[in-house]
């Protein structure tokens, strides 16, 4: 995605190029793994009472991160004169239902 936005934007700052990368990295696979192990065995109701606390600190990790993203999301559209809406479709960007 970082490529496809330098084509339609090849005189981006260094400031934008980094918010792009950072926008890009979103949550590390590894957490992301085990956050969808412990919510299947929650949904399963095998989860061990230890693996419930880990499974609330990696939910508050996913949304440190993601909070982040909007910020760096935010951050980018103002340097862009762009609606968040407006950035996230240019850059293939869909908001999340995580409901």
């Known amino acids: 995605m970082l490529l496809r936005a330098r084509r339609k934007a090849p005189s981006l700052s260094h400031e ?3 918010l792009l990368q950072k926008i890009n990295a979103g949550v590390p696979n590894d957490v992301q793994q085990r956050f ?3 919510r299947n065995k929650l949904e399963s ?3 061990q ?3 419930h606390q880990e499974l ?3 939910v508050e990790e996913i949304e440190n991160i993601e909070a982040q993203r909007i910020q760096y999301l935010t951050r980018l559209a103002t340097l ?3 609606t ?3 950035l996230m479709k240019s850059l293939g960007l869909q908001p ?3 409901a």
């Open 16 to 18: 934008e190029a980094m």
């Open 45 to 47: 109701e095998t989860i």
């Open 56 to 58: 609330l600190t990696l």
């Open 96 to 98: 999340k239902n995580n």
């Open 49 to 51: 009472p230890q693996e």
């Open 80 to 82: 862009q004169s762009k």
């Open 36 to 38: 969808n192990q412990l």
């Open 84 to 86: 968040v809406r407006d």
